[in-house]
C-alpha cells in the first residue's frame, strides 16, 4: 500500500522560505514520478510542480516559477519542495503525488497516489 506523508507546512511572513518534505513507502520509489499539487477550500486541485524518477525532468506552474525549487532523494525516498519567496497567495494545502512511470503530467486524474496534505499559510 503506498503512502506519502508531507510534512514541513506551517505559517511564514510573506517573502521568507519553507522546505516541504513527502517520505513515500510501500512503492518503488526509483521509478515513479513525484509531484506537488495545491488547493484551496472549494476549488480545484492545482499542479505545481514534477519531477521524473531520475530528476532529470523537472516541470513547474507558470505561478511558481522561478521560486520554488522540487528535488528528491531516492536513497530516502522522500521529495521536496523548496518554497522560497512566499506571496500571501502560495497560501494552500499543499499535497505531495505519485505516478508510476517516467512522463510528468499536471491533470490530478493522472497521478495515482496522494498524500493528506500540509497547510502552508503566508502572511502579508
Known amino acids: 500500500q503506498v503512502q506519502l506523508v508531507e510534512s514541513g507546512g506551517g505559517l511564514v511572513q510573506a517573502g521568507g522560505s519553507l522546505r516541504l518534505s513527502c517520505a513515500a513507502s510501500g512503492l518503488t520509489f526509483s521509478v515513479y514520478t513525484m509531484g506537488w499539487f495545491r488547493q484551496d477550500p472549494g476549488k480545484e486541485r492545482d499542479f505545481v510542480a514534477a519531477?521524473?524518477?531520475?530528476?532529470?525532468?523537472?516541470y513547474y506552474a507558470d505561478s511558481v516559477k522561478g521560486r520554488f525549487t522540487i528535488s528528491r532523494d531516492n536513497a530516502k525516498n522522500t521529495v521536496y519542495l523548496q518554497m522560497n519567496s512566499l506571496k500571501p497567495e502560495d497560501t494552500s494545502v499543499y499535497y505531495c503525488a505519485a505516478r508510476p512511470g517516467p512522463t510528468i503530467i499536471t491533470v490530478v486524474s493522472g497521478w495515482t497516489s496522494w498524500g493528506q496534505g500540509t497547510q502552508v499559510t503566508v502572511s502579508s
Open positions: 519531477i521524473t524518477w531520475n530528476s532529470m525532468n523537472t
